[in-house]
T-cell receptor, first 115, second 114 residues
Framework: AQKITQTQPGMFVQEKEAVTLDCTYD???????LFWYKQPSSGEMIFLIY??????QNATEGRYSLNFQKARKSANLVISASQLGDSAMYFC????????????FGQGTRLTINP | GAVVSQHPSWVICKSGTSVKIECRSL??????MFWYRQFPKQSLMLMAT?????????EQGVEKDKFLINHASLTLSTLTVTSAHPEDSSFYIC??????????FGPGTRLTVL
């Protein structure tokens, strides 16, 4: 079975600082994908970034980068130059590429950016 | 592209009534659609996976007779909460897959059962 663990229930960061949101995972699959989603108070799930288990380079999307350490089974999200609009819930999720394409989510981290 | 809509965005109903939630992929054909439930301050929990023209696959602990899923076409899936009770009050989110690994999420439906 797959499991995602996010150990930070809440994070508080000053505007313009970088922030790292932790995510560790557990799986016996060889091929899997890792996602990060942002969920503002409106409830919509906004896709941020994706990392495949066989991708050799860490994924980057604008201010978002994924620090993928396969041996440690971690997939931390790094947000550079945080903005007030980054305040939201952030979820790490995993999918088995060979399986039923079901997403398994972590518990989430509530990020608050202070002015 | 890859837009998913849900209707209604919110609904309030009386206990014992049934509520239908629609999930549509607006600009692509969805090979698979997923239904999630999210209680306040909790994560998303997968309820069921549906493929067009076949029966939905429910996750363990989800009552298939209570949460009826119909995947009538490649662009529409519906979730009907039958005989709703206050404990069914939650945020219901659908997502759609068009063949790759990414799921495209709808904006969610907030259900309140009085």
């Amino acid at each position: 079975a797959q499991k995602i663990t996010q150990t930070q229930p809440g994070m508080f960061v000053q505007e313009k600082e970088a922030v790292t949101l932790d995510c560790t995972y557990d799986t016996s699959d060889q091929s899997y994908g890792l996602f990060w989603y942002k969920q503002p108070s409106s409830g919509e799930m906004i896709f941020l970034i994706y990392q495949g288990s066989y991708d050799e380079q860490n994924a980057t999307e604008g201010r978002y980068s994924l620090n993928f350490q396969k041996a440690r089974k971690s997939a931390n999200l790094v947000i550079s130059a945080s903005q007030l609009g980054d305040s939201a819930m952030y979820f790490c999720a995993m999918i088995s590429i060979q399986g039923a394409q079901k997403l398994v989510f972590g518990q989430g981290t509530r990020l608050t950016i202070n002015p | 592209g890859a837009v998913v809509s849900q209707h209604p965005s919110w609904v309030i109903c009386k206990s014992g009534t049934s509520v239908k939630i629609e999930c549509r992929s607006l600009d692509f054909q969805a090979t698979t659609m997923f239904w999630y439930r999210q209680f306040p301050k909790q994560s998303l929990m997968l309820m069921a996976t549906s493929n067009e023209g076949s029966k939905a696959t429910y996750e363990q602990g989800v009552e298939k007779d209570k949460f009826l899923i119909n995947h009538a076409s490649l662009t529409l899936s519906t979730l009907t909460v039958t005989s709703a009770h206050p404990e069914d009050s939650s945020f219901y989110i659908c997502s759609a897959n068009r063949g790759g690994h990414e799921q495209f999420f709808g904006p969610g439906t907030r259900l309140t059962v009085l």
